[in-house]
């Protein structure tokens, strides 16, 4: 069985993927990723969202519970922090056995993000289900738009 798993790590392109992986680690690469401008490796992932009423951010971070993501909002900006423990190898058993691959990154992060002016930081609200955390920033009355009645003279 394990001979098949060790056959199967060994191609080529997964020794490539280590190779990269490895490159990678040791000299970081602070330009953007892709389209999105998120550096590669950023945790957690977010998508940002605007409305009529509101500035929604979606955080998704699998396995951290609602008291794990701290959420701080200063000066326009949106910092979440955390702490995502690692799933197995703290118990004997799990120590014993060799890790082949390891993509779910652990440990502390932070991350910031630069919000647009006009929004009520008071006013915040963030909800968390199935890992994807919801932080709602509604914009202030003086800046949503208003329709304005055109009257016949």
């Given at each position: 069985?394990?001979?098949?798993?060790?056959?199967?790590?060994?191609?080529p392109?997964q020794?490539l993927?280590?190779?990269?992986?490895?490159?990678?680690?040791v000299?970081?690469?602070?330009?953007?990723?892709?389209?999105r401008a998120?550096p590669?490796?950023?945790?957690?992932?977010?998508n940002?969202?605007?409305?009529?009423?509101?500035?929604?951010?979606?955080v998704?971070a699998a396995?951290?519970a609602?008291?794990?993501?701290?959420?701080?909002?200063?000066d326009?900006?949106?910092?979440l922090?955390?702490?995502?423990?690692?799933?197995?190898?703290n118990d004997?058993?799990?120590?014993?056995?060799?890790v082949?691959?390891?993509?779910?990154?652990c440990?502390?992060?932070?991350?910031?993000?630069?919000?647009p002016?006009?929004?009520?930081?008071?006013?915040?609200?963030?909800?968390?289900?199935?890992?994807v955390?919801?932080v709602?920033?509604?914009k202030?009355e003086?800046?949503?738009?208003?329709?304005?009645e055109?009257?016949?003279a």
């Amino acid at each position: 069985m394990f001979g098949d798993l060790k056959r199967f790590d060994t191609a080529p392109s997964q020794r490539l993927d280590w190779f990269r992986q490895l490159i990678d680690e040791v000299f970081p690469d602070g330009r953007a990723a892709d389209i999105r401008a998120v550096p590669r490796g950023s945790f957690p992932m977010i998508n940002v969202a605007r409305s009529d009423e509101a500035v929604h951010v979606y955080v998704f971070a699998a396995g951290l519970a609602p008291d794990d993501l701290s959420i701080d909002i200063q000066d326009n900006v949106l910092t979440l922090r955390g702490r995502r423990e690692p799933v197995a190898g703290n118990d004997e058993q799990s120590r014993a056995r060799p890790v082949f691959r390891r993509e779910r990154a652990c440990g502390e992060f932070v991350r910031a993000i630069a919000l647009p002016d006009g929004l009520d930081a008071e006013r915040a609200e963030a909800r968390h289900a199935n890992g994807v955390f919801e932080v709602v920033l509604p914009k202030r009355e003086e800046l949503k738009a208003r329709r304005i009645e055109v009257q016949v003279a």
